[in-house]
Structures are given as structure tokens and as C-alpha cells.
């Protein structure tokens, strides 16, 4: 079974340098060689690399080397470097160390030296000089890096489905995307977060993460509270799951955004759209009216369970994507693509 991981400690050191060399050079019929000991291979870096592959930290070990460089030998010849170790995490991992940020992958292919490897050492070569002609000492490897870093993970996704518990949510993303999360007619039935893709025919793909059901009092750790606010931060906009059969809908989403801006403050304020699910209940046909009547967003009501009115969320999903697309370009920066 693999289990969904957003938290990891891990312990990472960088390889250790190779010594120097000690040695003299030695021929037949040469008397004075002089000394020939090379210098040390430097020891590898310990990398951490973002790979949009990696959904989840659970294949991070709480350890990692770099690997040793080479001593040095004789006839001048260094020792080689040691080779850099890559770790992939998945795009959207936070590096922290001592609480304080110093990685943040947005980005497929970006990396990060989480622990630098140790210096080679001199071999007694290097000493020569014309005080000293037959240098007999050189000089260890260096201890690489090592740190202890905290590694999280927010879901890197354009669109966040935010609702409380038995909302429709996971519903609706197994109706519009390709994603099987968990679907069943009791609360938390999504412990984790999960992520959809929807194919346009133009080739875009708009990713939409399914977020476990929010509970009044999120903000302050009730139910799963902050364990997966934080998968809210970085979704571009927001789809507001309210169930239309329960009596006034409308508290629903005020709660929703009150829980978000608690949270952190603006994060109720990005682009979003109000789905209205459960369109195919009889309770729900006369709950829409009042709900557009209470809300400024835009509301569109469906049905998961049976497809009412997909079309119109999946056009509408499009254009926020656009939208998105066009307002980072306008800033002169590069729009996540999955």
C-alpha cells in the first residue's frame, strides 16, 4: 500500500573529500623525482531535485550520503569527485531548516544542494616549493555537509476543490477527470489530497486537486484542519463545492471562505466560481434560486452523480485556466503546465 505523505525529516550529508597522496617519484637512473602525490577527489553533493512525476513524500528516506571523492595516488594523478546524489520530490516541496524556508519547487527541474560535499585534500605535490623540495606531509579530505531538513508539500494544482464533507467533491472529480479518488456516503471518506487532469481539445490540461473535506474550525486544527489547508495556498483558483439539498447552501460557502481567510488572509479572495452539486434532488431545484439570490459569485448548478450540466463547468473551468495563463504571461512570468 502507498500512503500519501506531505511531512518529512530528513538527515542529509555530503561525501566526504579524498585524502591527498604521498608518494615519490621513482625510475630507474632518476635519483631526485621529487614528490608525486595528487590531490583528493572532492566528495558529491547531496541534490534535491523537483520531478512533476513525484506525487508524494513517501519515497523520501530519512537519511542520505553523498558519495566520497577519491585519494589522491601517485605520478600526479587527482582522485576522482564523488558522484552527486539526486533525490526527486515532487514539485510544490518546501525546504526548511530551523523553521525558516530556504527551498521552494514551483517549478519541474528545479534543484537545490541540500548538502555540499567536503574538499579534497592536498597531496604532498602541492607543498613542493623551493624551501622545500621533498615535501613529505599532505593533507585529509574535508567531512561534507551535514543538515537536518523538514521537508512539506503543498499540492501544486491550477484549480482546488474546497467543500465540507460529503459535499460531492470526489464525485465531481471522477466525473471531469481521470483521477479515482474514494467514493462513499459517510464523512472524510477523502483522507488525502488528490489531483485530476482535464484534456481540452486544444491540448491544455487544467489540474484540479480534490481537497479533504474542511470542517467549521479548520483554521484552529479541528477534524484535519491545517494538514491540508496549506494544499489550498497554491491553487491559482478556487471551486466551491456547496451541497443545494441542505437548507440555505449559502452558509456553507460563507464558512468555507471565512475558514480560508482565517487561515490566511486574501486566500478567500482569488478567482473561484460556486458549484452548486446535487442539482438532481428536488430539495436542491428550490434551494438554487436562493442561493444566486445570496451569492456575487458565479453559480453553476450540476449534478456529479448523474452529469447535469458538466459542460458548463468544464467551458467555465477553461476560461479561468485562460485567464490564469494570460495574467502570468503578463507579468513576465511562465504559467505552471502540466
Avoid at 572532492?42 to 537519511?63: C, E, Y
Avoid at 478556487?238 to 460563507?254: A, F, G, R, T
Avoid at 459569485?297 to 479561468?320: M, Q
Wanted: glycine share 12%; net charge positive; with cysteine.
Amino acid at each position: 500500500t502507498r500512503y500519501f505523505v506531505d511531512h518529512r525529516k530528513v538527515r542529509v550529508i555530503g561525501g566526504h573529500g579524498g585524502g591527498g597522496g604521498h608518494s615519490f617519484y621513482s625510475e630507474p637512473r632518476k635519483e631526485f623525482g621529487g614528490p608525486d602525490g595528487g590531490n583528493g577527489g572532492d566528495g558529491g553533493h547531496v541534490i534535491f531535485k523537483a520531478d512533476r512525476q513525484i506525487k508524494s513524500l513517501s519515497s523520501i528516506l530519512p537519511f542520505y550520503q553523498g558519495f566520497h571523492g577519491q585519494k589522491g595516488g601517485s605520478k600526479n594523478c587527482y582522485g576522482s569527485n564523488g558522484a552527486y546524489m539526486y533525490v526527486k520530490v515532487p514539485v510544490g516541496t518546501l525546504v526548511k531548516e530551523d523553521g525558516k524556508v530556504v527551498a521552494d519547487f514551483t517549478r519541474h527541474g528545479e534543484e537545490y544542494v541540500a548538502a555540499y560535499g567536503g574538499a579534497g585534500g592536498k597531496g604532498n605535490r602541492f607543498f613542493l616549493s623551493n624551501e622545500n623540495r621533498a615535501p613529505t606531509f599532505f593533507t585529509p579530505g574535508e567531512p561534507g555537509q551535514e543538515r537536518v531538513l523538514h521537508l512539506e508539500l503543498k499540492t501544486t494544482a491550477h484549480a482546488g476543490l474546497v467543500g465540507f464533507p460529503n459535499a460531492g467533491k470526489s464525485s465531481l472529480l471522477r466525473a471531469i477527470s481521470n483521477a479515482k479518488p474514494a467514493v462513499a456516503a459517510y464523512p472524510f471518506t477523502t483522507l488525502n489530497p488528490h489531483v485530476g487532469i482535464v484534456h481540452y481539445e486544444d491540448y491544455e490540461q487544467v489540474a484540479v486537486a480534490d481537497i479533504p473535506g474542511l470542517i467549521r474550525g479548520a483554521h484552529q486544527n479541528r477534524g484535519l484542519g491545517m494538514a491540508f489547508l496549506r494544499h489550498i495556498e497554491r491553487c491559482r483558483f478556487l471551486l466551491y463545492v456547496v451541497d443545494l439539498s441542505e437548507s440555505q447552501p449559502w452558509i456553507q460557502l460563507q464558512d468555507l471562505k471565512y475558514e480560508l481567510e482565517q487561515y490566511r488572509k486574501g486566500l478567500s479572495k482569488i478567482p473561484c466560481v460556486v458549484i452548486g452539486n446535487k442539482i438532481d434532488l428536488a430539495q436542491s431545484r428550490i434551494n438554487l434560486p436562493l442561493l444566486r439570490e445570496q451569492v456575487d459569485d458565479r453559480v453553476i448548478a450540476l449534478s456529479a452523480l448523474t452529469g447535469d450540466n458538466l459542460e458548463e463547468l468544464l467551458l467555465h473551468l477553461k476560461e479561468l485556466y485562460d485567464s490564469y495563463v494570460k495574467r502570468e504571461q503578463s507579468q513576465g512570468k511562465s504559467p505552471i503546465k502540466w
